[in-house]
């Protein structure tokens, strides 16, 4: 055999060699290794839900006010309300043209509680309870806190004109049936029983006048 044709031989034998090697590397059989399955764990439970904001991000929170307590001493006694009280007129006292009577307030509640200031009073009259003339007028100064404890009183004095003062065309006298009493600060009214006479004209002033409550 010639050195040439050992040459060849040699050579195609090399080639031969490095695609059995390629082959090899390509998995032999042509089809690729597939990877390894991925394990995902079980779920054990339900997912939690996420709380909703409760601000948008880069917004301030809002400041709370705490409501003071009604409880604490320190608060004193709360205002008595229409349904807390009765109303009454006590012994009067006749005077020049008019008579002067303490309207009494009395704590019907089982809590104490406080009137300040003017009550307003109007006569009435009728089955229909209207009213006749102008409300009473406030006379004097605002007093300070009057705390009436269960049971308990407190006064305002209250002046009474005679409708005979006035001239009769303009008074235009009217029989009343008692008095309407709003307690300090209520929109609720009581009633006082009484028999008079109210000016159901327009007078330039009330029959009635009214000082601040204070205690009896």
Do not use: K, W
Not at 6 to 31: D, F, N, P, Q, V
Not at 64 to 73: I, K, L, M, Q, Y
């Amino acid at each position: 055999m010639t050195t040439r044709r050992m040459g060849r031989i040699a050579a195609a034998g090399a080639l031969a060699g490095g695609l059995l090697l390629l082959a090899g590397c390509s998995g032999g059989s042509g089809t690729a290794t597939a990877p390894p399955p991925v394990q995902v764990p079980p779920v054990t439970g339900a997912p939690t839900a996420q709380s909703a904001p409760t601000s948008q991000p880069g917004t301030a929170q809002p400041t709370r006010t705490e409501v003071p307590s009604n409880d604490g001493a320190a608060a004193g006694p709360q205002r008595c309300t229409t349904g807390e009280l009765s109303a009454s007129l006590g012994q009067g006292d006749a005077g020049a043209g008019s008579a002067f009577f303490p309207l009494i307030f009395t704590n019907t509640g089982s809590r104490t509680c406080e009137l300040r200031g003017f009550p307003g009073v109007s006569y009435v009259a009728g089955d229909d309870g209207h009213q006749v003339g102008q409300a009473a007028a406030m006379s004097g100064e605002r007093g300070a806190q009057v705390p009436i404890a269960p049971g308990a009183t407190a006064v305002a004095q209250l002046r009474l004109a005679n409708a005979l003062n006035f001239d009769e065309a303009t008074c235009r006298p009217t029989p009343v049936r008692g008095l309407r009493v709003y307690p300090p600060g209520d929109t609720a009214s009581l009633f006082v029983p009484m028999d008079g006479t109210g000016c159901a004209g327009p007078l330039t002033e009330s029959l009635l006048t009214v000082q601040t409550i204070t205690a009896p």
